[in-house]
Every structure is written in structure tokens, then in C-alpha cells.
């Protein structure tokens, strides 16, 4: 590690700084209140990095700081070290990392006109929330709008499982059915009995794929709004599939259809 890097030590459990990172790993929406979240652990860490976001505080555990790689020890506007105790007290993993960044939240957006998207209705599990944001990413669907009753984007759950995926995405939070007139692109929702095989379809690019609740599926309001329902075959015979598995299906079948034009 750089000597150029200084860091802060803090020593006390009821320090301010330790009291809201508590608070940001264990409270699924203290993000919102606080104005910022946390993210720990090296992967996380170094996608933030490559995309260009910057921490404003990096926390290393006193075990980890001594060989803290430099583009970690030197990308925040701050370092603190905290004891190994401390640090598992904040920390939201099995085994903690020993590093961790806070971020600034983004300033709330407003839903982007014309570009590729997913909608999320009401989903609620994180690991799924988190799944799909990765698989947003991967097939070119930058702008992610959560509608009210969806779990909370920047959550450490999600962000977890999202392994990265919210730094390259646009992400909508809170949004109400009436601020998807400003989509202006054509919304595609699945259905275990609507709708021809996805295979089957001609699927307009961009578009904005609909997904709904794990157990009730889309809603009934936003179905109304959708130009086009497909359905994913299952010759096996499972009665459904898990919305972020079906979310990979139709997201990369979007992404074939428009690399074939």
C-alpha cells in the first residue's frame, strides 16, 4: 500500500460514522433517509471504481489496511480503520471483507424516454431484484424502473446480488404507473398461458420488458399498458418459472432479436 494514503483510526462502537453504517447495512431503506449507502468487499468495490464512481469514505478493517491494494487505499476522499470487531459489527457478510466503501447516492432520476428498460412490479425477493439488475446489464437494458412495492434498489441485499450491475444501470425507485407515459417505447409482459412462445414473436428494440410479483405476477393496471404478452415454453412441465430466471430469458432474447437486425 501507498505510503501517500492516511487514514482516520476510530476506536469507539458509538462513534457517529460507525452508528450510521450500522444502520445503512442492517436497515434495507436507511439509504433513502441518509442520503447514501454502503457497499462492501473488493468486487463491489472495484466495479463502483470502474465505472467511475467515486467513495466519498473507504473503511478497512487494522487486519486488511496494512495490505490494502493502492487504487483502493487511494480512491475515497477519506480513509478510516476501524478494529477487526468493529468492522464485523457493520459488516453484512459471513465473513467480513475488511473493506467496504460508502456512496453517494444518485440524484433520483426521472424515467428516460426511448431507451431499452425493465420494470420491476412489485418485486420483492432482493436476490431476484439483484439477479435481474445483472442481467439488465449484461443484455443492454440500461434504465431499471422499480414501481412502488419493489424492493428497495440500493439496498445492501440487492446490491449484493446485483454483484456490481447498479453502477452501469439508470435506476428508477418509487415509480407510479402514470410516469411510464414518458417511456415511449412499447411494453412487453410474459404470461405462463398468454401470448405466443417467445420464440415466436418479432420483439420491437428498445423496448421495456414488464415483470411482476413473484406470486401474482404483473399487475392487472400495467398489463393494460403492455403492446405485446409472450410466453416461455416449458415442455418439463413446472407450472412457473422464478421471475428473475424468466427475466434472463426474455432480456437475452431481446438481445438476439436486435443483433440479428
Not at 96 to 105: E, I, K, S
Not at 186 to 194: K, Q, R
Amino acid at each position: 500500500m501507498s505510503s501517500a494514503a492516511n487514514a482516520q483510526h476510530i476506536t469507539s462502537r458509538d462513534n457517529p460514522l460507525l452508528k450510521e453504517l450500522r444502520r445503512l447495512s442492517e436497515d434495507s431503506t436507511a439509504y433513502r433517509k441518509l442520503g447514501r449507502f454502503w457497499v462492501e468487499g473488493d468486487h463491489l468495490g472495484r466495479a463502483a471504481l470502474v465505472r467511475g464512481w467515486r467513495p466519498g469514505i473507504a473503511v478497512f478493517s487494522e487486519s486488511f489496511w496494512p495490505s490494502a491494494p493502492v487504487e483502493l487505499a487511494q480512491s475515497a476522499i477519506k480513509n478510516i480503520v476501524i478494529p477487526d470487531a468493529l468492522f464485523a459489527g457493520i459488516s453484512g457478510l459471513e465473513s467480513p471483507a475488511g473493506m467496504g466503501f460508502v456512496f453517494d447516492l444518485p440524484v433520483a432520476a426521472a424515467v428516460q424516454s426511448g431507451v431499452a428498460s425493465v420494470i420491476l412490479d412489485r418485486v420483492q425477493d432482493a436476490g431476484n431484484v439483484g439477479s435481474i439488475l445483472r442481467s439488465a446489464g449484461a443484455f443492454g437494458f440500461r434504465q431499471v424502473i422499480a414501481l412502488k412495492g419493489t424492493a428497495a434498489l440500493w439496498s445492501p441485499k440487492v446490491l449484493r446480488a446485483g454483484m456490481g450491475a447498479h453502477f452501469g444501470l439508470q435506476l428508477v425507485e418509487g415509480v407510479e404507473l402514470p410516469a411510464l407515459d414518458a417511456l415511449a417505447v412499447p411494453i412487453i409482459v410474459t404470461s405462463s398461458h398468454l401470448g405466443a412462445l417467445i420464440q415466436q414473436q418479432h420483439l420491437p428494440m428498445p423496448c421495456a420488458w414488464a415483470l411482476g410479483h413473484e406470486g401474482q405476477g404483473v399487475g392487472e393496471a400495467l398489463m393494460a399498458r403492455a403492446a405485446l404478452s409472450v410466453r416461455i415454453g416449458q415442455p418439463g412441465g413446472e407450472e412457473s418459472l422464478n421471475v428473475a430466471a424468466a427475466a434472463a430469458i426474455c432480456l437475452h432474447a431481446s438481445a438476439v432479436a436486435a443483433a440479428a437486425i
